[in-house]
Structure formats: structure tokens, C-alpha cells
């Protein structure tokens, strides 16, 4: 059961085998969400990562049918400091180590999450190996300094085909990069009448669907890694309304002639601090990007910064100089996370019917 975890410095942190016991490789990132485990291990977003939840005790409250963000699980490998094998909840159905199991994913517990979160703030997140003990570290080593970053998560989480949620309000168009189910359910609270489509579906073919507004979904990677996604966001502005979360954030500011790069550790965790630059509001929000909008690539494009990340300045929302979208790169959804920003679905709403209210006239 001894294992270790390997990043590509050299850095080595013993700890525990939990989960599945299969060898497994990634980028190392870390989450300072202190609840919501089970929407972390099964939001798309995390696909090839391997995530060190900073809080201690992980499992405590087990696993229950309700909170999951998608039904398979793409996140790499689970590292914490405590693993619960006993939880205590009334709606806890299985451990966190059981469904591990089930879903053929290693965890390690036992680590010093303190020291390697640190570590990954100070230096970036890092390609990293959970191995056994004995295994050769300096082998594993340029093992991953030999490894790319993987570039086709958004094709292994999107789904395949189209697919209705039905409703009896707006129609709208969700365009899945990695969607949690928490967009879906916050689409379907307010009776909107949903189709969701894969990542590479034309702006032809979702135009042919007619909506009333299009909502770009959350996603893992780099936003650049889907050149296709940005084509289709180019020719959608303009002709029906727009809500990017995300990963649909940055492919809005790409579709509009702005840039993207990649943060030095990203923002995950459900206690990131928003200001709305227009009414000075801040929101607590949840959030997991790696990958950010470049604000000084914006200068000459049609889009505006709206909302901005107190801890770091980094842009958290931009809009449309034609008023018919918008985006932020937090998660209104919030799941896990603080419900602060949940009126931005109302906002969406209100612009579709605004939308709709100003083509009647013009007809």
C-alpha cells in the first residue's frame, strides 16, 4: 500500500495507496475548497489532472447519488493528507475509497498537502507520477520531463452526440466542452427548453436549431487546443445571445480577437473574491481554471472587461460591445461552491427575452 508521488523537480512525498492501485501520471494541481469532494473528483474540468485537496480530512461525509457533476469521472488520481474510510452522513451511500475503486481511479493519502501545495504555488503546477515506493524515481522522473501535457481533453469529455433536456421556456443551446450538470440544472430551474451538442458542432447547425440564446460550458484545458470551438463562437456573435462559463469564457475572448495564457497554478477552490467592476459588488465564487484572458489583449477588440479577481487582477468577465454576450470565468452554477453568482443565469434570461422582445418590433 505504500506509494509515492513523483513531480518532474524530483520532489518526492510518501503517503498511502487509496482507490484503484494502477500507476498513473498527470498535471498536479491543487483545490482549496474545504467541502464538495465528490463534485471535485467528477467535474470534466479536471480531466488528466491528478488534484491535492488542501483541506485535511477527505471522505468524511461520504458519497451520495445527488452530487455528482457528471457520470464519468475524468480526474487522474485524488492526493490528500486523511482519508475517512468510515463517513458519517445520512444521505452517504458508499466511501470515497469504494467509488475510487469503482471508477478505477488512484488516490494517495497520507501526504504532506501543505508542503506540496506550497511547492506547486511557488514553482507551477508540474507533471507528476503515483508509483510504488520502490519504484526508480530518477527513471520516473524523465519519464515525465519526456511527457507532454495532454491537448485533446475537450474531445474525451464532450459528449457525442446531441441530446434534449426539455423545458417549456427559451430555447437554449449548450455547447459542451465538459459540462457540470450543474449548468443543466440551473438551465432546467428556470424551464428553458435545452439541446446540448458537441464541442465541434457548427454555428450553422446550431443556428438551424433556432435558439434563443447559446451557453459556451466549462471545460478542461488550454481554450487554443480547440481552434474549431473558437471558429464556431466567431460566427454565433452577433446573432443570438451568448453566456460563456469558463472554459466558454475564454473561447468568447478568443472568438472576439483577444488572448489567452496559461497561469502559474490556475485558480481552484470555492473562496475566490469577484468585483463587478460596474457596481463595485463583490461575489465569493467557485472557480478551476488554469488558463486565464490576457487583459491587455482585449485593447482594440469588441469586448470589455466586466468582472476582476481581487486576489490576482487576473480578467474574471468580459462583455460584447453589442450587448448580446457576455462571460465569466468563475462558476455561477456553483457546485461545489458559494451561490453568489447564481443570478447570472437570471441575467442570461432576461437578455434572451430582451432579445426576442426587440426582434418582434423590428418584425
Given at each position: 500500500m505504500k506509494k509515492i508521488l513523483v513531480l518532474e523537480d524530483g520532489s518526492v512525498f510518501n503517503g498511502k495507496g487509496f482507490g484503484a492501485t494502477e500507476e498513473t501520471s498527470g498535471e498536479v494541481v491543487f483545490n482549496t475548497g474545504m467541502t464538495g469532494y465528490q463534485e471535485i473528483l467528477s467535474d470534466p474540468s479536471y480531466c488528466g489532472q491528478m488534484v491535492v485537496l488542501t483541506y485535511p480530512l477527505i471522505g468524511n461525509y461520504g458519497i451520495n447519488r445527488d452530487d455528482f457533476e457528471s457520470i464519468h469521472p475524468f480526474i487522474k488520481a485524488l492526493i490528500v493528507r486523511e482519508e475517512c474510510d468510515l463517513p458519517s452522513n445520512f444521505r452517504s451511500e458508499a466511501s470515497i475509497d469504494e467509488l475510487l475503486k469503482e471508477k478505477k481511479i488512484p488516490g494517495l493519502s497520507g501526504v504532506d498537502t501543505r508542503r506540496l501545495t506550497r511547492l506547486l504555488r511557488s514553482h507551477g503546477t508540474m507533471k507528476g507520477k503515483i508509483c510504488p515506493a520502490e519504484t526508480d524515481v530518477e527513471k520516473v522522473v524523465q519519464e515525465l520531463k519526456a511527457t507532454s501535457f495532454p491537448v485533446n481533453q475537450v474531445e474525451q469529455?464532450?459528449?457525442?452526440?446531441?441530446?434534449?433536456?426539455?423545458?417549456?421556456?427559451?430555447?437554449?443551446?449548450?455547447?459542451?466542452?465538459?459540462?457540470?450538470?450543474?449548468?443543466?440544472?440551473?438551465l432546467n430551474k428556470r424551464q428553458c427548453d435545452v439541446i446540448v451538442v458537441p464541442y465541434h458542432t457548427t454555428a450553422k447547425e446550431i443556428l438551424h436549431l433556432n435558439p434563443d440564446g447559446v451557453v459556451l460550458s466549462n471545460g478542461p484545458g488550454d481554450p487554443k487546443s480547440v481552434p474549431e470551438s473558437t471558429e464556431t463562437v466567431r460566427n454565433l456573435i452577433g446573432k443570438v445571445p451568448i453566456f460563456g462559463i469558463c472554459l466558454g469564457h475564454q473561447l468568447l475572448a478568443l472568438a472576439g480577437g483577444?488572448?489567452?495564457?496559461?497561469?502559474?497554478?490556475?485558480?481552484?477552490?470555492?473562496?475566490?473574491?469577484?468585483?463587478?467592476?460596474?457596481?463595485?459588488?463583490?461575489?465569493?465564487?467557485?472557480?478551476?481554471?488554469?488558463?486565464?484572458?490576457?487583459?491587455?489583449?482585449?485593447?482594440?477588440?469588441?469586448?470589455?472587461?466586466?468582472?476582476?479577481?481581487l486576489n490576482d487582477g487576473t480578467v474574471e468577465g468580459i462583455a460584447h460591445e453589442n450587448g448580446l454576450a457576455f462571460s465569466v470565468q468563475y462558476h455561477p452554477e456553483a457546485a461545489p461552491g458559494p451561490e453568489d453568482a447564481n443570478e447570472l443565469f437570471d441575467r442570461f434570461l432576461a437578455l434572451m427575452s430582451e432579445t426576442a422582445k426587440g426582434d418582434m418590433q423590428h418584425a
Open positions: 469529455v464532450s459528449t457525442k452526440s446531441p441530446y434534449p433536456s426539455p423545458g417549456r421556456g427559451n430555447r437554449v443551446v449548450v455547447i459542451d466542452y465538459g459540462m457540470k450538470h450543474g449548468i443543466l440544472r440551473e483577444a488572448d489567452t495564457f496559461k497561469l502559474t497554478f490556475g485558480h481552484r477552490g470555492s473562496n475566490h473574491p469577484v468585483k463587478e467592476l460596474s457596481t463595485g459588488k463583490v461575489a465569493i465564487t467557485a472557480q478551476n481554471h488554469g488558463y486565464a484572458v490576457d487583459e491587455k489583449s482585449l485593447e482594440g477588440t469588441a469586448l470589455q472587461v466586466t468582472h476582476k479577481a
